[in-house]
């Protein structure tokens, strides 16, 4: 025993290490396992101490200690190495350390108690101070302390002392202090469960400083006067169909570019200030039960009831929590809600009603000044001792509290909270709403940081609750204005004053509101706030972690929550524009240069760069007539060659270019061109006027029918030669309508694109017969029928359609003698109804409108030959056409001719044999007030003829060629 002793009293004093024989030992061992069979003589069972380097440092800070292990959980430290403390056989999971093996003397997250003689040296009462954070970062930045502590409790202290733990700590688990020596992490060992917190890799969006808006110096505008750009043309020339008209209506226009009609002013560079007025901002809290709120102490400790019917600050629990208390997320903690009532009778106070309890309870004040809960309102006077209708609210919030004349301020200190008679009045106590939108939206987003910038950007800067921009002029966007100001909106800086008790340092979180504040063309005031609720809360997650912390959590998202919400008020408003004044202004879009009206109006134009004719180089210069804006200075609407205005496409001294001359003088589409003129020859243009080419149709002439009867069927149109008085025989169309009905039949005879000249007269004249016998055959020809022609197809055979036309010519029982008809004189011009013009010639569809009627089931059948349309001279002034008199009229008219109607009166007979009378006339059935310039009949075109004598035509409709036709048609 005395050699144990003694051992124990040398290794003590560093002089000897000795093996059981008392050989000295030189050998230390470390993390040896095994069982000691000597007791301890200090344990410990915290859970700090069972960290091997913890347990070490214990050791070390223990003269008499020369080993020492982690055995059945807990840290034993023994007087002898190990080699004289532990056996080996059989293997234990104990394990065991010589003193030498510590590396450190640093004691961390521990319990126990300082020797008296080692006082604290230093005792901060900030709440926040009562935290690992904030009293090793007070340690380390106060000289000579080497240690600290703090007290897991309400009201308690961060204590700094000189003295490293390893000079006086005991340790003692059930402590509610907690000791660090100044270089600890906070924690070395999991003691209890986590407050549950988010550590987002992106806390907040990029923030910076844009650039500010620079404007070019300006350039009092003038005149252009330099030459454009050659002309390209888009493709080959397209050349004019009559040279003729094209000579004579060319010409090309230019003249001097005009002076500005008003020089204006120059362009305003220093943009539009924010808009005023401004919607009204909410205030935190209202009236009413929907209107629910926490209320937060001194420190931003929410109130709660307490057991003695009475309301104080939530506690910090003593013990560690179970791992699902929802103490431990602070953020989605439900705290007790209050609520403002008006009191019956009463103005400017309010009852506080608690919602925390089953039945909701009033919030009295009784005669000593404590705060005890109560079911019925008092009004503004004591009953039974106490009274309710003391409060109020500002628009932040802040509670203040009056009675009987006299002012009064809510404290808390530890659990107690009671109120003061003092004046002026402490506002301590503030009301944190509920529901604050930028809050939910701080917290809805806080864990997709990464993308907030993106989501909280603002859609438009002239909407919201905060615009930055003016609604008008529209599009208006903020930039960053020339000698910009940063932090004029520092929410911390600004209401400093307001918040000189606030716990907790959020100087960061207001350094990053304030450039928010700062942004021009992102961000608005909502969006910021969002932002900077976001980051106060990541700085109480970062800040807060452990249970014994959890107090402080919930009082830091408190504050955070305050903040946020008084920033969403008038206030934040109002340094949200600070900043905005001191850093941005509103500019056009594109360009930002702005225009101003004299009487203060502001509108946007592009002065500099556009097209704009009313503010042309500056703010109403207004560019003088036939004259455009060009970047900025007016110039030609057209193509400008100096000063004078022109159109290359078609100016023959400047064709496709300045300089370029056309010789002879034409330019077209900015080429030179060299018309060739050219002149209608008059010529006597209807082909196959007697019918000779008819195979295999009519050459030149299409024949048609009307509705009511079919060609082919009750109209046939046949080649054929008829037989004159002499026997000969000429070529002929025979036009054969049979069986007709009651409203006979009509069709037409068209010879499309016929030439006329303009200015020139001509004469149409023709050549009919009746017909009684083909071939050797006779035939019935009981029908009256007339032809009239026109200068174009109408679509209703008894209407004209706008186009000339001749009078009626009769054929039929009334006037059954072949004869020449006509002449009709006429002549066209370019514009008319049924008038083609190509280069110099026009061309018309001549058309035979022909109508047989009268005998209903007989037939008409009659011969049309010889149709000419002759020039016989030159229009010197024309006179009126059919249907131009005054005074006719007829809802059957067309160009001023009165059609016959489909029943004829003339008399019908079936006579086949040859015709002897010589004294009927042509039937003329125009009226008889029409002026027209038409000759009614000419002389027979065979004066040969001999009256009396009947047309005979002979035909064979299967011939294949105009040869064989007449060889047939030759043999009777």
Known sequence: MRLRLSLTLAASFNLVTADRTGNQVSTVHCA??????????????????????????????????????????????????????????????????????????????????????SPAFFISTKFADNSFAGCSTLCKGTPDCRSFSIRVENGGTCRLYKNALAADFVPKSDSLYLYWDVNCPRAVVNSGPFIGSYRPTTTVP?????????????????LLTTDSPPYTPSGPQVTPIDD???????????????????????????????????????????????????????????????????????????????????????????????????????????????????NFQFVAMNKTGSIVLTTSSTGTDYKNGLVTSIFNFDCYGRISIEQGG???????????????????????????????????????????????????????????????????PANLIPKTKQGYKLGEGNFCDNLNDKWSLSPFDFDLSCGVQSLCYDQCESFGWQSCNGIFGTLMIISCADAFESWWEVALAVACVAQAGYFTGVAATSTGRELFYKAQGAM????????????????????????????????????????????????????????????????????????????????????????????????????????????????????????????????????????????????????????????????????????????????????????????????????VSNANCIVRWLTGTPTVWDNNGDYQSSINYNIGIGNPYYKGFGPWTLHVAKGDPGVRHFRGDLFVNLTAV????????????????????????????????????????????????????????TKVTQEIAPVTSTTSTPQDITPANITTNITLELEPYYPDQQPGVVLVTSFDPKVENVTNALEVIGTE
Request: glycine content about 8%.
């Open 244 to 358: 003729n008209e094209y000579m004579s209506t060319y010409t090309f226009l230019e003249f001097p570019l005009a002076t500005v009609n008003s020089t204006g002013l120059p362009p305003i560079t220093t943009g539009i200030a924010q808009p005023k007025p401004i919607p009204t901002a909410p205030c935190l809290v209202e009236p009413g039960a929907q209107a629910q709120f926490s209320i937060l102490n001194e420190n931003y400790l929410p109130m709660v009831s307490r057991a003695s019917n009475s309301v104080g600050p939530l506690l910090q629990p003593t013990v560690a929590p179970a791992a699902n208390d929802p103490i431990l997320n602070p953020e989605a903690l439900e705290l007790p809600g209050f609520y403002l009532q008006q009191p019956k009778g009463v103005t400017g106070a309010y009852d506080l009603v608690y919602t925390g309890s089953l």
């Open 850 to 905: 022909i109508s047989c009627g009268g005998a209903t089931g007989g037939a008409g059948r009659f011969v049309i030959r010889d149709v000419k349309m002759t020039p016989v001279g030159s229009v010197k002034k024309r006179s009126f056409t059919v249907g131009e008199g005054p005074a006719f009229s007829s809802n059957r008219q067309a160009r001023g001719l009165i059609l016959p109607p489909n029943n004829s009166t």
């Open 206 to 222: 990029k923030l910076s400083v844009q650039a500010a808006v620079i404007f070019p110096a300006h350039t009092s505008p003038t």
């Open 584 to 779: 941005c202004r509103c500019f056009c879009s594109n360009p930002p240069d702005t225009c101003v009206f004299t009487n203060g109006d502001f509108y946007c134009a592009d002065v500099l760069q556009g097209s704009d004719d009313f503010n042309c180089g500056d703010c109403g210069r207004v560019c003088g007539p036939n004259t455009k804006c060009r970047n900025g200075n007016c110039g030609c609407t057209q193509d400008q060659c100096g000063t004078t205005c022109l159109d290359f496409r078609n100016n023959a001294n400047n064709c496709g270019s300045c300089g370029n001359i056309c010789n002879p003088a034409y330019c077209l589409d900015g080429r030179c061109y060299v018309p060739k003129p050219g002149e209608c020859t008059p010529e006597q243009s209807v082909a196959n006027k007697d019918f000779s080419d008819y195979y295999p149709s009519f050459a030149n002439w299409e024949m048609a029918a009307f509705p009511g009867c079919e060609l082919g069927d009750k109209i046939k149109f046949a080649p054929t030669n008829f037989i004159d008085s002499s026997g000969g025989r000429n070529p002929a169309v025979l036009v054969d309508m049979s069986s007709l009905p009651n409203s006979g039949c009509q069709a037409a005879m068209v010879q499309a694109d016929v030439k006329m000249c303009p200015g020139i007269k001509y004469e149409l004249t023709f050549a009919m017969g009746y017909v009684n016998q083909v071939n050797n055959d006779a035939v």
């Open 32 to 117: 040896l396992t095994g069982k000691s069979f000597l007791p301890a003589f200090l344990s410990s069972n915290q859970a700090s101490y069972l960290v091997p380097a913890q347990c070490g440092a214990l050791c070390r800070s223990k003269p008499l200690c020369q080993s020492y292990g982690i055995e059945n959980g807990s840290c034993r430290l023994y007087y002898l190495p190990i080699i004289f403390s532990i056996t080996k056989q059989p293997p234990y999971a104990n394990t065991f350390y010589d003193k030498a093996c510590a590396t450190t003397s640093d004691m961390c997250q521990v319990n126990g108690l300082r020797s008296p003689s």
């Open 406 to 472: 006299y002012s009064y301020s809510w404290t808390t200190n530890g659990t107690s909270s009671k109120l003061v008679k003092e004046s002026p009045a402490a506002e301590n106590m503030k009301a944190l709403p509920k529901s604050i939108p930028a809050v939910q939206s701080a917290r809805k987003h806080r864990k997709r940081n990464h993308q907030l910038a993106k989501r909280l950007q603002k859609r438009s800067y002239t909407d919201g609750p905060a615009p930055k921009c003016p609604v008008q």
